[in-house]
């Protein structure tokens, strides 16, 4: 069995071994960033002082907070913690700002008690830090850190493509590992206490290394073995392509309704040309999956120039997102705004195909009804599905009779949830995070339980 069927095959019991909650996934995320602190522990060293000691609390934490940075995007299916993928990148990018204004504070507080003895004294040690020569690995790790980090709180404004951007990420922070690990084993007090302590640190940043090297080498060795086809590629709105890909190699690939992929199309496994997209047909057309995939950027207004029968390399699925979540519902609303469609049109074909008999709703929210998607397939559903109704909103006025006008508020979401049900009523949303969060405050005020919302952010 492939490591891609194993993912979505594993029985019952042992699938929720692995989909963690949110809540307990932060309870442990949290008890892994301490893991360094507490070995300090064992060095018995007198901190000599409140301040020291928790400067030190402060550094091993958002170190190890760092090396915790390559796992949370390390695309993980196996490991409890990582596996979460909409949940990890979250964290990956939310931690990063925090680790980055933390490592820009770092010298600053190292200094200050020098600073608050004498101005004088304070520039002497500054100047001294700077020049010397056992620091220099901790002060280019500090400053490409900043840039680095910045970089990436940025990158939209950037004028430079997302795989360019996407490989000095990767590198730069490999970078800025070794160097951080140098610097912290060769003047840290820890090491200098105990070397052995250094070992800590050291297998910290072969770790983080190693998941890079395990993505970019390994991991795309096995996908060479293993490509698709691309098999059409059509229009799917004004804005939406449809692209069609089926699995031609002896490699088994299954998925559950609203995962996704990577998908590389430059016709190099190794290229950093691989971009994220959800599967919008269900596990019924395999070994066939359809893409909805939005113009967004450089490489989906270009879709078109893709040859059919070309090879296409998949890394996937991935996202927790699944019908399992829903069984025990009562009745199912989709809300998908945008690009949020293409996990949402799986998600009701799958259910289409079970012939699910609970009351199925579908809000699909777009700026102009010449970008909604399928809806010949999605009308047509509503004729043959037991009790699904479909809800389209549009930003800008439109003549198509049934169509409300505007964005998706919460007498929408109202009508689309039976209010004597709403406490066994299941929520799946997939579009941009304003809607996310502003639709989740609408599910929450009408008395969803927040177990029973699931989504995906469009925001990798």
């Known amino acids: 069995m492939s490591e891609h069927s194993l993912a979505v095959n594993l029985s019952s019991p042992v699938r929720r071994l692995f989909q963690i909650r949110k809540s307990n996934l932060v ?13 300090t522990f064992s060095l018995n060293i007198d901190y000599k002082g409140f301040y020291s000691a928790t400067l030190v609390f402060l550094n091993t934490v958002a170190m190890m907070a760092f090396f915790t940075q390559f796992p949370l995007a390390g695309r993980f299916k196996h490991l409890p913690v990582f596996s979460n993928i909409d949940w990890s990148m979250s964290k990956h990018k939310r931690a990063g700002k925090w680790i980055g204004f933390v490592f820009l504070l770092h010298p600053m507080l190292i200094l200050a008690p020098r600073f608050l003895v004498s101005f004088d004294d ?43 951007w996407h490989l000095t990420h990767l590198l730069g922070f490999v970078v800025i590992c070794v160097l951080a690990t140098l610097h912290i084993t060769s003047v ?12 800590l640190w050291w297998g910290l940043c072969a770790m983080s290394v190693g998941i890079v090297l395990y993505n970019q080498l390994v991991k795309k060795t096995r996908l060479k073995k293993s490509p698709f086809t691309l098999i059409s590629i059509t229009r799917g709105s004004s ?12 490699q088994d690939f299954s998925f559950e309704a609203g995962q996704f992929i990577w998908m590389n199309t430059s016709g190099s496994v190794h290229s950093m040309n691989e ?11 395999l070994p066939e999956i359809t893409l909805v995939i939005r113009e967004l950027g450089d490489y989906t207004s270009q879709l078109d120039s893709l040859t ?8 996937g699925p991935y996202g927790s997102m ?14 998908a705004g945008g690009a949020g469609i293409g996990p ?55 003549k198509v009779p049934g169509v409300r006008q505007g964005v998706i508020v919460k007498d929408c979401v109202a009508d689309a949830i039976d209010p004597e049900l709403a406490k066994d009523w299941a929520v799946y949303l997939c579009g941009p995070p304003g809607m996310i969060s502003s639709v989740t405050e609408n599910l929450r005020s009408l008395g969803i339980p927040e177990a029973n919302i699931h989504y995906e952010q469009l925001s990798f």
């Not at 059919?308 to 890394?315: E, R």
């Not at 008999?357 to 970008?371: A, M, S, T, V």
């Open 308 to 315: 059919i029968g070309q090879k296409v390399y998949v890394d």
């Open 322 to 335: 699944s019908l399992r979540d829903s069984e025990a519902a009562r009745g199912i609303t989709l809300i």
């Open 27 to 39: 309870l442990a995320y949290l008890a892994i960033l301490l893991i360094p602190y507490l070995a």
């Open 122 to 164: 304070g520039m002497t040690s500054l100047a001294e830090a700077i020049t010397s020569p056992q620091l220099l690995t901790g002060l280019i790790a500090w400053v490409v850190m900043i840039l680095w980090v910045l970089s990436a709180i940025f990158k939209d404004r950037l004028r430079i493509s997302y795989e360019t």
């Open 344 to 398: 949402m049109l799986s998600l009701l074909r799958e259910l289409a195909a079970n012939q699910d008999p609970r009351p199925i709703r579908l809000i699909y929210g777009n700026k102009d009804y010449e970008q909604m998607v399928l809806q010949g397939e999605i009308e047509s559903l509503q004729k043959t599905m037991p009790d699904f109704r479909q809800q389209l909103v549009c930003k800008n006025p439109t």
């Open 275 to 285: 971009h994220p997209f959800s599967i919008a047909s269900c596990r019924e057309e």
């Open 239 to 250: 804005r939406d392509w449809l692209v069609k890909l089926r699995n031609d190699s002896s």
């Open 188 to 199: 840290g007090r820890h090491g200098q206490f105990d070397e052995q302590f250094n070992i």
